[in-house]
């Protein structure tokens, strides 16, 4: 978070109570909006909120939106995390800042075929992969660049 230029007088003991507030509220958030879902629902509401019953008669549209927001985030997700992995897969092995079309065509290959082995020996490794992608994405979109900041910063 862009915070410390921002502050008047910025000192750390500032930036970590604005960081704590910015988590509080965030956290507020998430419960609320985590609550008011289960209190809609009772026990109707499952581990994996998409996997839930149709609580009337007709499509589900909130369910079908929201299953059709995690494919595109997962169609978007795959891309993005590939060419980070793929660029430091080929500076630590291959030892090169580039590489030619035809070792990204077999990093390529390779990921893919793998990821697919995966899915396919542990077909319900979805569920396991959602949580931790919801426990990692917090980290990785929040604290990891907020520690570097606060670390590196004046």
């Given at each position: 978070?862009?915070?410390?230029?921002?502050?008047?007088?910025?000192?750390?003991r500032r930036v970590v109570k604005v960081i704590d507030?910015?988590?509080?509220?965030d956290l507020f958030f998430y419960?609320?909006?985590?609550?008011?879902?289960?209190?809609?629902?009772?026990?109707?509401?499952?581990?994996?909120v998409l996997e839930r019953l149709n609580l009337r008669d007709g499509p589900d549209y909130p369910i079908l939106i929201s299953v059709i927001t995690v494919i595109g985030s997962i169609l978007v997700a795959f891309p993005v995390a590939y060419?980070?992995?793929?660029?430091?897969?080929?500076?630590m092995?291959?030892?090169?800042?580039?590489?030619?079309?035809?070792?990204?065509y077999i990093i390529s290959t390779t990921f893919i075929v793998v990821t697919w082995g995966i899915a396919v020996v542990y077909p319900n490794i979805d569920k396991v992969l959602a949580i931790m992608?919801?426990?990692?994405a917090a980290t990785l979109d929040y604290g990891i660049?907020?520690?570097?900041?606060?670390?590196l910063s004046d």
């Open positions: 978070m862009p915070i410390y230029s921002e502050l008047v007088n910025p000192e750390y507030r910015a988590i509080a509220v419960m609320t909006i985590a609550v008011a879902g289960y209190l809609s629902s009772f026990n109707k509401t499952e581990k994996i060419n980070p992995f793929r660029q430091q897969f080929v500076l092995f291959l030892k090169s800042d580039t590489y030619t079309d035809k070792q990204n992608g919801g426990l990692c660049p907020m520690f570097c900041y606060v670390k």
